[in-house]
């Protein structure tokens, strides 16, 4: 208990701490003060892990039949295939190992501790529960501690709290040893001391911290697959399924027309082969890292491939305030000076700016009470600013000033400096006028700060600042335009309400004072009270924009904070989180803790805030909105966020301002901790599933088409209707560059107005799998009429040849154009938005030209140059199914319109 050694303090005024042998002891029985990087999987089990995907074993065994059946080079391409697939899940498994180790190093290196009554300096993982720690400014926390006795103690918990404004720190003076968070009178390993100094006294190390207990909650985390890893999956059984039947069934039908077994057999693997699209695991992969790379142009940097299409199935964004959904610069929007409430225009640390009066611009000289609080808030501060360009100390056109504020010291002061820079009111303007003299800093007592300075008219002069109720107790009078006049208990009732007000709209209020000073240097009466100035951190405008677009998406916003209740639904308001009444769709802290996880899970849908919560808080809330069946992305920078971030469908963290842990257990990294640049990042995931979508069901249709067009030939008795050589360039032309350009497809306008996908949705939902079956039996259906025509037209097996591989490769040519869109048909797909596509697909019919035209190209895949009416036979064969198709799509859409109506 704390009160032992609150009197050990008073009698002493040095704590004694523990004895050497003592600690040793303890470190021996407790172990020491680390946090632990958790089991390490090791490079070769990580690597061996990565051909377990039900894919990669079909094109394993593909491989090995290749090779027996004596098709090297499939061999070779699908082997490099698998390989360069199983190098890029490896990387991004091992990079994630590493997660706890970072965690490790947020621990300070050393600790100043009282060993056998002396202070010492020790390693920081050998301090014990129960040892007594000396802190000052610019030390990292080394444990979690009880304050015995502290002075203007300010603690910066960003790493735990997310929120970046120092928490001011007080002595404890009750049970210490109850380690819970957001004690005032705790300090926490890992936290950062900002202002003043203090001794304080471990109460937990290593894994009992709340740095500890996070470390613990991200190694009970384990990675689930990611929606389209489940959907590829379903695809290759899908895949193994139709591969086995065709072989049986090419098989069966040789037997019974008396072919000879064996040769049946090695046919029915042959074309079994052909049916698998050894292209689409690296076409998937390729349209994954294009999608990054556009990605990361728009400031979102991809850690995890599969992570990029998780995203477009998002149905609810948990985002941290601080930061994110706001600027994270406080700014003050209000000032209340001479009984007159005054708007205070830009945000952030932006020059830009100005203060009005009623909607217009004023001149802070004609006001003197507006006048003497902008004096003050520049005077009584220890923070500075500096501007990269040079500007007048009374230049009124501040709204059109460029660039941003070089900002260094406290948040709150910065703000205060920002806001009387807009009135042309600057450090550097007044320096000739005023010189300080003396400073009385800000302390937990008191409440205020307080500096001395002399004017250039040789008067010294006292200005303060702090809460109002401590600034406004000093003062018997107060200043307004017309001069000072005394403090009534009429004018300090309005002063109170005003302050009341300004609090209701979640701002942080600041008080200001002044005295001159002659022979009475008494700060505790006689001041003249000058005003107030309001402050937060304003959203972020873009973020507005990208809360409404969400909303149209039908993706839900849930703003998660350590912020205050009255501040979060503020923010949530202004940001368009929060709309109509607030009741039931805000929850803090303390209320979610009353709840199980099965009455949480029952109220959660309609829950839009949630304030005040601890890093298990924010786990709870993930994990409950999983359970509703949603798919969860969840924003956060501090090591607190880290364990949530993990456990979300989508981890997402801040560059800027995020910590190594969280950036290691992330999905995504926002460069700019901007939540538009998430939502652009929800739209690009919602646009690589559909072009997944797209190119699947070309590589499958086509792959069906050929393995039609060689099956019928077999069962009808026809000669082979391709070669060998005239199959491979069939899927030289067809299954490479138009498939990866379809990958390339640019966002639909429509994409950000559906609804999210459900995460047990089948690939082949909304009759992609009858589209895919249709086309595939018609590219194939038209291919054989095709070398039927041309047989029928006199000529020999060459030109039917000739004729079934131009149908075969045309037909599918024209279908990657109806693949571009799911809703439109080949009349209305847009033609030219996707300039690769183009020539991917000029490029294969260079290619095919040149195989049917050019002679040494004849030779080697044993084609002829067919004449005009050979020619156009081929491509009516294969214009006639999409263009049917297409009138087809359009009468039953037309149709499903006037049933709506």
Known sequence: MLEILDKEYVQNKTPKGLSSEEAERRLKAFGPNEISAGKKSSAAKIFAGQFKDIMVVILLIATVISVFLGEIYDAVTIILIVLINAVLGFVQEYRTERTLEELSKMTAPVARCYRDGKLSVIPASQVVKGDVIELEAGDRVPADAAIIHCKGLFANEAVLTGEAIPVEKNPCFSDGEINRPGRSDLVYSGTVITKGNASAKVIATGKESQMGKISGMLSEIERELTPLQKRLGELGKVIAIICLAVCAVVFAAGVLRGEDVFQMLLTGISIAIAAIPEGLPATVTIALALAVRRMLAQNALVHRLNSVETLGCASVICSDKTGTITENKMTVTKIYAGFKEYDVLGSGHKISGEIRFAGGRINPLQSPSLEELLLSAVLCENASISSPTEISARDRGRLEVPGEWSVMGDPTETALLIAAAKAGFTAKGLEYDFKRLDEIPFDSETRCMTVLVLSKTVEKIAFSKGALDVIINKCGYVQTDAGIIPLTFKAKKEILEKCDELSDMALRVIAFAKKSIS??????????????????????????????????????????????????????????????????????????????????????????????????DKLKIVKAFKKRGNVVAMTGDGVNDAPAVKEASIGVSMGISGTDVTKQASDIILLDDNFATLVSAVEQGRTIYSNIRKFVRYLLSCNIGEVLTMFGGILMGMPLVLLPTQILLVNLVTDGLPAIALGAEPVEKSIMEKKPRLPDENFFSDGLMAKIIFRGIMIGLCTLGSFVALLNLGGSLAYARTGALLTLVLSQLIHVFECKSEEKNIFTVPYFNNFKLILAVAASLLALISAIYFPPFQLVFSTVSLNRPQFLAALAFSVAVPILSSFFSMFTFKHKLKIKK
């Open 519 to 616: 022979g009475d240097v008494d700060f505790d009466r006689g001041m003249v009270f000058l005003g107030l100035m309001g402050m937060l951190d304003p959203p972020r405008p873009e973020a507005k924009r990208a809360i409404k677009i969400c909303s149209k998406a039908h993706i839900k916003t849930v703003m998660i904070t350590g912020d205050h209740k009255n501040t979060a639904v503020a923010v949530a308001r202004q940001a368009g989180i929060l709309k109509g009444e607030a009741e039931g769709k805000v929850m803090t802290g303390d209320e979610l803790s009353k709840l199980t996880d099965s009455e949480l899970e029952a109220c959660i849908e309609n829950i839009r805030v949630f304030a005040r919560v601890s890093p298990s």
